[in-house]
């Protein structure tokens, strides 16, 4: 059973930046792949970024490939999402998400365990 709990979330201009944090409950959080979803007003929940449970494998979607940048640090059970640049077509609210499958990293049903989500808002 993992608990996932995010922050850093808020309201930012176009072009700013803001780190999004996740914090794990758990001794078993370095056995877990670990994603960023997010998902706008009336549209459907969409991947941003994955990591393996080691680190040394990371998944963009193209939309924030460049601009976003994910990492953990599994001796503080904590998975961290960079933002740079940001646009206003980023506003939505970010989850996080932890799987024990090696596959379908980009794939929202493939993860067990989700945060309660953070809000972003980036303004024109």
């Known amino acids: 059973q993992v608990q996932l709990v995010e922050n850093g979330g808020g309201l930012v201009q176009a072009g700013g930046s803001l780190r999004l944090s996740c914090a794990a409950s758990g001794r078993t959080f370095s056995s877990y792949d670990m994603g960023w979803f997010r998902q706008a007003p009336g549209k459907e929940r969409e991947f941003v970024a994955s990591?393996?449970?080691?680190?040394?494998?990371?998944t963009y979607a193209s939309s924030v490939k460049g601009r976003f940048t994910i990492s953990r640090d599994n001796a503080k059970n904590t998975v961290f999402l960079q933002m740079i640049s940001l646009e206003p077509e980023d506003t939505a609210v970010y989850y996080c998400?932890?799987?024990?499958?090696?596959?379908?990293?980009?794939?929202?049903?493939?993860?067990?365990?989700w945060g309660q989500g953070t809000q972003v808002t980036v303004s024109s």
């Open positions: 990591i393996s449970f080691g680190g040394r494998s990371t």
């Open positions: 998400a932890a799987k024990r499958k090696r596959s379908g990293d980009m794939f929202a049903n493939e993860y067990s365990y």
